[in-house]
């Protein structure tokens, strides 16, 4: 939801006004929305981005979500491979290139948002990628990965924090790193998932992301081919596509 | 359930000559305790180990079964640790010593006995080992872990077995090793978990529990002592130990 630092200021005295002793954080939220509509019409064909994530399914919608997060960060992604390490073959859900870097990205969606990735992510983490990397060295597989990246949906526990900043694993989550957290990146990328969309049926994201369309940005192509590929009806896929291009600030 | 090779036949030989086509798995099995009893008498106090070992809480329950059975194998143990590793301090279950073996024992505990403990289960406890290890070196602990074994109450799938052998990571399951799995160390030490004992109540079973009494050895104790330390009353703890004595083969 971005706004100017005017705008902000203009809701937050509205709300002050407003608000009484106990109020709950919903209605709080309830209110920002409806000032906000006010001055970015986009608001009223979006929902709360963190809640439209998990909204996602863990798999595929998200792990197509965090695939096209790379191909928008400049990477060569794979998604869905078998990887064979030096003791056993591992189930690899991104792999992304550029240049010289090989990451291996594992992906960790929680349904309910408020939930920590905990240390027993990256403790797995750890031993896959040694797994990996051994695997390489004696020819047991091709990827010579440089290193490894959690992305999630969630928060990171400060004790799975330590432990991965210690040995080097990196990882994209809400609001961490602080500058760069997951919701920054969907932000400066436009990368909304579709169901960001206000009003989006779940069947209708499913029969999306089925084919591959999990960023309202993919809402943009063809609607006919959109229409083929989902079975869905064209009228329904423009009416989608309208409100794409008003939350992305396209002219329509 | 021992039985001898004589009585397993003749039991054999009952059994095929009432079964049916169709016969349930179940039917069977009730038609085996049935004719047991009249081999064993201590069939009728018993239900059956898996079941039972299911029953008991993962914590602190089968966290104190395991440390009894370490016990039982003559390692001195300690229970519940937070034991600093080289990045950051993690919660062992149980470490147990002998001589100048040091082994970080984990403890997994399924309620669906059916489950299997897979792959995840041993990529976490390789980096914990390697951790703890590395926080030995530089000083930061005081254990010098020798090896990692992981028990648990199910069976482990052949992907995690194969991960455990490469990597030298050792486990005891159900069943595995064939020759010395957690049913065969039951059986030789009798260390049947209370929850074995047909009728004992769930809350019977969780006061002797909280006071750290998790095998049916342990009834064996002075009642008075028992009934103090789970506020049960002394008549139902003799019926207990009576009926223990009776699982565990000594005359009353």
Same mark, same amino acid.
């Given at each position: 939801m971005q706004a100017t630092l005017e705008q902000a200021q203009s809701i937050a005295d509205k709300i002050e006004a407003r608000a009484y002793d106990g109020i709950s954080t919903k209605k709080i939220l309830q209110m920002i929305f409806l000032y906000m509509k006010k001055y970015r019409p986009a608001i009223g064909y979006q929902i709360d981005l963190r809640q439209a994530i998990a909204m996602l399914?863990? @798999? +595929?919608d998200f792990e197509i979500f965090v695939a096209k997060l790379f191909e928008a960060l400049g990477y060569k992604v794979e998604t869905n491979l078998i990887i064979q390490g030096k003791c056993v073959e591992h189930e690899i859900d991104v792999v992304a290139r550029k240049d010289s870097e090989i990451i291996l990205v594992e992906v960790k969606h929680h /349904?309910?948002?408020?939930t920590y990735s905990g240390l027993d992510v990256f403790l797995q983490l750890n031993s896959t990628l040694e797994d990996l990397k051994e695997g390489y060295e004696s020819g047991k597989n091709n990827f010579k990965f440089t290193k490894a990246i959690l992305i999630c949906n969630t928060k990171v526990s400060e004790h799975a924090k330590r432990y991965a900043l210690c040995k080097g694993l990196e990882f994209i989550a809400w @609001? $961490? +790193? +602080? =500058?760069?957290g997951l919701e920054r990146i969907i932000e400066e990328y436009k *990368?909304? +998932? !579709?169901? $960001?969309?206000? &009003?989006? =049926?779940r069947e209708e994201v499913y029969k999306l992301a089925d084919a &591959? !369309? /999990?960023?309202? @940005?993919? *809402? *943009?192509?063809d609607i006919e081919k959109i229409s083929r590929k989902t079975g869905m009806n064209k009228s329904r896929v423009l009416e989608l596509q309208k409100a794409a291009k008003i939350v992305l600030g396209i002219r329509i």
């Open positions: 399914r863990s @798999k +595929p /349904v309910n948002h408020h @609001k $961490f +790193p +602080p =500058e760069k *990368l909304y +998932p !579709i169901t $960001f969309l206000r &009003g989006i =049926e &591959g !369309i /999990v960023t309202i @940005k993919q *809402l *943009l192509d």
